[in-house]
């Protein structure tokens, strides 16, 4: 039995001189990939790694990092990136749920996992983004050869966490199968061939960055010019030697702030591709008029990877996210009669197909009701969609919060706040934001006074959320709106503080 989703993937290229990563440092050929892949192969397997089991990784991006991705799928195991954003309390939460038997953090997160990760029974290393640390170390005199292990289609490739609504997160499982097909479907709708070289900002974390991005320039034989985060300078000086370019609204927003952005810069791109978060139809409009390139922009999510995208030729049209990728199912119903809606209706956005995921490790609760009984995933997200099969983003079933491209859930930040001794209850809400999307935003009823109220809660939120969940503004109130059933309001705040951001 073949190993489904590596040999996809990298089987085509294993022994090529052509360029696949392209970086400040160093470039490294196909050829070089593959060794540096088998190497670490050879080093997860000495460490114990049998078909199954979980690589979980928080370390910066790098060659070598992505080179573990695809080391752990070969050697037959189970993928866990982490957002290098997380605290120690949440890596733990994590890496208690997960059970990975081997664990690779970079040398801040080392040191302090020793400290409180000692009573977890794993392997651990560090890796830093300059190549160094103890997994280096111990891949090094490992062989360049390594036999792949078989791994089928409903075998689990990757696990990545996504919070649910109550703040505890959940491991979407996405096996070889989802990821191998959907990297086919966008091979062919977005036309990616061997001549392509994507420049790529993108955390390889996340499901744009890694298994959207990689895995699709990877499979078709293109470079990837490999940058360890986006800056607008950054862009521009690589633009020109790229063919493609994958960013979240961010990045397009920041491109369009830098005067020296125009045509001319990106006149060597074919394709600008948006997801991750809604792309405005303002930032699109603009985009167009400064460089004559309409965005192209799509729709996933860590569960499913991409479901629809604008066409690569055809209509882009501003504010949607095109239509359903060829195998993939979407209907959008009535979330309280169950009807499927007629077009111009706006209900609830269901899909099925072979790009969604398994279900939620170890929460088989959580799975059952992700699901309708016909086997569509009950995405959250309020959509329509038109004459056309054009679908438009109209809202969340849930609060969740996309800010920067990246999701948070006011409950995991409500509680946390909640928990101070001086506070009555607190909201958290996202409001419209120029360059995240979304803004965080908490407001906040004291129960009593309290020195300098805002810092405690900064500080609070400091030593237990990753940065991209903390508030970057924080309203004290008397009081939070509610209804007659007594539920705060959260639709009126985010109308009483929609232009916080506005400049």
């Keep these: 039995m073949p190993n489904v989703l590596y040999d996809k ?33 050879n080093s997860l397997i000495l460490n114990g790694l049998k078909p199954g089991d979980r690589v979980a990784i928080q370390a910066e991006k790098s060659a070598t990092q992505l080179a573990v991705y695809a080391a752990t799928i070969k050697a037959g195991g189970v993928y866990l ?20 038997k081997i664990v690779i953090l970079d040398e801040k997160s080392f040191k302090l996992a020793k400290e409180n990760l000692s009573d977890i029974d ?12 103890s997994f280096t170390d111990q891949f090094a ?13 409903e075998d689990i490739a990757v696990i990545m966490y996504t919070s649910g609504t109550t703040g505890k997160s959940k491991g979407a499982k996405l096996c070889h199968r989802n990821l191998k097909t959907n990297a086919e479907i966008l ?39 490999f940058l360890p985060k986006f800056n607008s ?33 990106s006149k060597n791109i074919r394709l600008f591709i948006s997801g991750s978060a809604p792309l405005s139809a303002e930032t699109h409009k603009m985009f167009k008029k400064r460089t004559g390139h309409s965005i192209l922009e799509r729709y996933g999510m860590t569960e499913t990877n991409m479901s629809t995208s604008n066409p690569y030729r055809g209509k882009r049209i501003a504010g949607t996210i095109g239509k359903a990728l060829p195998g993939i199912e979407i209907r959008i119903r009535d979330k309280i009669t169950g009807e499927v809606l007629p077009n111009g209706k706006i209900g609830i ?53 996309i800010s920067g491209g990246l999701n948070v859930y006011p409950k995991e930040v409500e509680n946390l706040i909640d928990d101070i001794d ?35 809660i900064q500080d609070t939120l400091k030593s237990n959320l990753a940065k991209f969940k903390q508030p970057k503004l924080i309203k004290l109130v008397e009081n939070l709106p509610r209804n007659s059933m007594g539920k705060v309001q959260k639709a009126t705040l985010r109308v009483q503080y929609d232009k916080l951001f506005k400049n």
Excluded at 198 to 215: E, F, I, R, S
């Design 122 to 133: 794993a392997h651990f290393f560090s890796l830093n983004q300059d190549g160094t640390g």
């Design 349 to 401: 956005l269901e899909q099925k197909g072979d790009n969604v995921f398994l279900g939620y490790w170890g929460m088989p609760k959580k799975t059952s009701e992700a699901f309708t009984q016909d086997n569509f995933f009950i995405t959250g997200d309020l959509a329509q969609r038109d004459e056309n099969g054009y679908i438009t983003l109209v809202g969340r079933d849930s609060d969740m919060i």
């Design 422 to 456: 001086e506070v009555l209850e607190s909201a958290v809400i996202g409001v419209p934001h120029s360059d995240f999307g979304e803004g965080v935003v908490a407001v906040v009823v004291l129960k009593e006074k309290m020195k300098d109220p805002v810092k405690k």
């Design 141 to 153: 005199l490992c062989e360049t050869n390594f036999s792949t292990v078989s791994r089928g289609e």
């Design 187 to 225: 091979k062919e709708s977005w036309e990616f061939t061997e001549s392509d070289i994507l420049l790529h900002m993108l955390p390889t974390y996340h499901t744009h960055g890694l298994l959207v991005a990689c895995n699709l320039l990877a499979m078709v034989g293109g470079s990837i010019i």
């Design 81 to 100: 990136p982490l957002n290098t954003a997380y605290t120690t309390n949440e890596l733990k939460y994590f890496i208690s749920d997960a059970q990975p």
């Design 9 to 41: 993937i990298f089987g085509s290229n294993l022994n090529s001189d052509k360029i696949f990563l392209q970086t400040d440092i160093r470039n490294l050929s196909y050829k070089q990939f593959t060794e540096l892949t088998n190497k670490i192969a």
């Design 233 to 265: 300078q950054d862009a521009i000086k690589w633009m020109s030697k790229a063919t493609a370019m994958m960013g979240v609204p961010t990045f397009y927003t920041r491109l369009l702030d830098h005067p020296e952005f125009d045509k001319d810069v």
